[in-house]
């Protein structure tokens, strides 16, 4: 087995993991509203979507999704639809994710509700696409199997994701906590609802 190749990966993924971007939007308006245990819950459905793109783009060079391209383009659409009404609803202080103007609010928000946000907005990314087919085969060497250096860049891929996610969840809920200290529970609701709407018209149009 040849991980050499996968050795400079690590600092190019890591580098681009950190940078902001929808999934790290997504986990830093999330983390601003229902905190960082309940954003996990999206993170799971994206880093599972992230996961599916690399071993798509490593195994199958991308040809899956250039075959499919309408496919990309729905779950493009739906779910930005899908985030900008969340976010609408944010900013008028309504919705399960939305904080109450007396500070009060339940989060006991369904698992594969987050999650399928999380996915949805992962693999209907072109630029997270992009990427990889531009990158991740060039880090694969194919005159050997691939599949332990498959195994070896999703692992890659998973810890740096999840941490760039965690990273951003924790700065959105702690400017959260901020907001509510100031009662500015209207002002949080705008601003996350504002951003989730910001997240669902840039996957809709990207």
């Not at 202080?93 to 928000?109: C, H, Q």
Request: proline letters at 3%.
């Amino acid at each position: 087995m040849d991980f050499s190749l996968l050795i400079f990966f690590i600092p190019v993924f890591a580098a681009i993991s950190i940078t902001p971007g929808l999934c790290m939007t997504l986990a830093l308006t999330m983390g601003m509203r229902i905190g960082v245990r309940q954003t996990m819950k999206m993170m799971v459905g994206e880093l599972a979507g992230v996961l599916l793109i690399v071993t798509v783009v490593v195994v199958g060079g991308g040809g899956f999704i250039a075959s499919h391209p309408l496919l990309l383009t729905v779950f493009k659409y739906v779910g930005g639809l899908y985030l900008v009404f969340v976010g609408a609803q944010m900013m008028r202080s309504r919705g399960v994710m939305a904080v109450r103007p007396d500070g009060s609010a339940s989060f006991k928000l369904d698992f594969f509700s987050l999650a399928g946000q999380g996915f949805i907005t992962a693999i209907a990314n072109p630029k997270g696409w992009a990427f990889f087919l531009a990158l991740a085969p060039g880090f694969i060497n194919y005159d050997i199997d691939i599949w332990p250096q498959t195994v070896a860049m999703l692992s890659i891929v998973l810890v740096f994701e999840f941490t760039s996610l965690m990273l951003y969840a924790a700065g959105g809920q702690a400017l959260g906590k901020l907001l509510l200290q100031t009662n500015n529970v209207v002002l949080i609701n705008r601003v996350a609802g504002t951003m989730m709407m910001g997240v669902g018209v840039w996957l809709a149009l990207s």
